[in-house]
């Protein structure tokens, strides 16, 4: 017997997917001058652990400035890194 639904697994990660990308609009249209950590972590494809490490470590090929104890990430930044237009 063969089955054309998908299975529990595929369901999650598309509707995963789909939150995800109606959360965030374009990066072209961003004009904010910062990003969250969450924000800049879906720009650049990486987990918002990964921007944390960077900011701790002083390892990325960014860095955050802190605004009232929160990292914020340069939308500019964001942007000449992932190679959109400004």
């Known amino acids: 017997m063969e089955t054309t639904s998908l ?49 701790c470590l002083e390892s990325g090929p960014l860095r955050p400035t802190r605004i009232g104890g929160l990292l914020a990430w340069s939308t500019a930044s964001v942007k000449a890194l992932t190679g959109v237009d400004l």
């Open 7 to 55: 299975s529990i697994h595929e369901m999650r990660e598309s509707n995963t997917r789909q939150q995800f990308t109606a959360q965030y609009q374009p990066l072209e249209q961003v004009n904010r001058p910062n990003l969250t950590t969450a924000e800049a972590a879906y720009y650049l494809n990486r987990r918002p652990q990964t921007l944390r490490v960077w900011a």
